[in-house]
């Protein structure tokens, strides 16, 4: 898989001698996950895999350089239920990803390390973010902190609709994509779907609201796109590639400084 974590922050090109010799109660390791899953018909099934890996890749990049921030290698697969029935999702059951975690964090824990963080690109996995992050803090008293997506990017520009339904495949995931990787990208096979209207909202909506209903890809959008990627320019993906990183590099830098124990 591509990358774009720099080779001085990237955790596994570290030999043993080296990881023993980071600080533990302030080194802090970024845990990324993500999936491999259907995009339409014009993007790769690693398409939440590379936007992760981008977006890090460019917030580590903003940190000064003695900061110890650590990227380990990504959970590419995740919960991808609701894209069942498009040839090519790879998806794991909860229970299964969430033993992964577990798992990961025991090893983070063993090797004396305090503070990590999970690095969530992909909107199936983001509950089960939740639940591990706190089971993490319980079970090994790790310093555990919760980052998703863009981490409140503006993404100026976008309709109101692409911005509320735009969530797979639309217009942002497509920008990212033609900023960094644009021969992954097939122009000519665009299609768009919307699960919902922002103008005729619903008693019971997909996401967001105090009454959902569970919806599975294959229910609303046949080609496997939630939102509109025609609007998608790589200038427009370069603009707020540069506007997530800033924000996800200041809570890292947030997350450096948090304390490890309650003030007493
Ligand atoms: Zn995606």
């Given at each position: ?30 845990l990324p996950t993500a999936a491999i899953e ?10 939440d895999t590379?936007?992760n ?19 380990l290698?990504p959970v590419h697969y995740g919960k991808s239920n609701e894209h069942i029935?498009?040839?090519?999702t790879l998806s794991v059951s909860a229970s299964t990803f969430m033993a992964v975690l577990r798992d990961l964090g025991a ?11 999970l690095y969530n690109t992909h909107g199936g996995n983001t509950a089960l973010i939740d639940v591990m992050a706190r089971d993490l ?9 919760a ?118």
């Amino acid at each position: 898989m591509k990358t774009w974590i720099p080779d001085a922050r990237n955790f596994a090109y570290l030999n043993w001698k080296q990881v023993d010799a980071l600080p533990r109660e302030s080194t802090l390791l970024v845990l990324p996950t993500a999936a491999i899953e259907q995009h339409g018909h014009h993007l790769p099934l690693a398409t939440d895999t590379l936007i992760n890996n981008l977006l890090l890749g460019h917030a580590l990049a903003k940190l000064p350089a003695n900061a110890p921030v650590y990227a380990l290698p990504p959970v590419h697969y995740g919960k991808s239920n609701e894209h069942i029935g498009f040839p090519g999702t790879l998806s794991v059951s909860a229970s299964t990803f969430m033993a992964v975690l577990r798992d990961l964090g025991a090893s983070i824990s063993n090797a004396g390390f305090k503070r990590v963080v999970l690095y969530n690109t992909h909107g199936g996995n983001t509950a089960l973010i939740d639940v591990m992050a706190r089971d993490l803090r319980a079970e090994f008293k790790l310093r555990t902190f919760a980052l998703h997506g863009s981490a409140g990017a503006k993404f100026d520009g976008l309709t109101a609709q692409e911005r509320a339904y735009g969530f797979h495949a639309g217009e942002v995931e497509t920008a990212y994509l033609l900023a960094s990787v644009p021969e992954l990208v097939d122009r000519s096979a665009y299609t768009s779907n919307y699960i919902a209207d922002v103008n005729k909202p619903e008693l019971l909506a997909p996401e967001f609201a105090p009454a959902t209903f569970a919806w599975l890809t294959r229910d609303i959008a046949a080609s496997g796109v939630m939102g509109d990627p025609r609007p998608a320019t790589a200038e427009n993906g370069a603009r707020w590639l540069d506007q997530a990183a800033t924000k996800l590099a200041a809570a890292l830098d947030a997350m450096l400084r948090f304390p490890l124990s309650p003030a007493s």
